[in-house]
């Protein structure tokens, strides 16, 4: 959602040019996983199943997909649209929003994808990872993997001069508080006070040029 440069390209972005508005959408979205099916066949996949879900494979990404197996470790690149254009041994980035029990969990992924799988919960963790932002993973076949975002880059965040700490917020940060719960979606500008304090922020993620893009307030503050 942000103008950029060539260079602000970075190893495995994915670039896809449209005719139709003449222009070039980047994205650098890296779904990591266990390579569970895929269709019709390793060779090459026209569809694959990663995390429980099933992806669509562009022809100019059998090449890198097929030097892959089921029952792999692997990094998928997305277009903006989701689909893979390719495969890489690489760490991947996909966070999302989690729903989870005991035994099963749904993570509604930033890119907006929905990923399903069981997990092997105990109470404790269920409380502490249901409704919340969590980096998401596998590494078995129907298995997720789940771990709760804390920490990230820290300081005071003012809405006004658009800065966590001294670093400047993305323009298309995405901002989460916690209303007892879960986690829900809200603008800068229901900040009613226009500051937060760092102890207020659970977490605070940042792009690969150092620009805040993810916030986790740990209460709810408009």
């Known amino acids: 959602g942000l103008p950029a440069t060539a260079g602000d390209m970075r ?7 449209s005719s139709t508005t003449n222009s070039i959408r980047v994205c650098d979205t890296r779904i990591t996983g266990y390579y569970e099916d895929c269709y019709p066949n390793p060779k090459e996949p026209t569809k694959i199943t990663v995390l429980g879900y099933e992806f669509n494979v562009l022809p100019t990404a059998m090449q890198t997909v097929s030097q892959f197996k089921p029952g792999d470790q692997i990094t998928l690149l997305l277009t903006e649209d989701n689909q893979v254009a390719g495969a890489v041994e ?20 930033l890119c907006g994808i929905q990923v399903k799988g069981s997990v092997k919960l ?16 596998s590494s ?19 809405v006004a001069e658009r800065k966590l700490g001294s670093r400047n917020l993305a323009d298309n940060v995405v901002v989460f508080q916690n209303d007892g719960s879960g986690l829900t979606a809200i603008s800068l500008s229901q900040i009613a006070d226009g500051s ?27």
Do not use: C, F, H, M
């Not at 991947?92 to 989870?100: D, K, L, Q, Y």
């Not at 105990?122 to 249901?130: K, T």
């Open 196 to 222: 937060v304090p760092a102890s207020q922020i659970t977490y605070a993620g940042t792009d690969w040029a150092g620009r805040v893009k993810v916030i986790v307030l740990n209460s709810a503050i408009g």
């Open 11 to 17: 190893k495995y972005d994915v670039a896809t040019y």
């Open 90 to 109: 690489a760490t991947g980035n996909a966070i999302g929003i989690a729903e989870v029990s005991s035994g099963s969990a749904t993570v509604d992924l």
């Open 122 to 137: 105990s109470a404790s963790d269920v409380e502490r990872l249901n409704g919340q932002l969590v980096r998401v993973s």
């Open 140 to 158: 078995r076949k129907g298995g997720l993997s789940l771990t709760r975002l804390t920490g990230g880059v820290s300081g005071e965040l003012n």
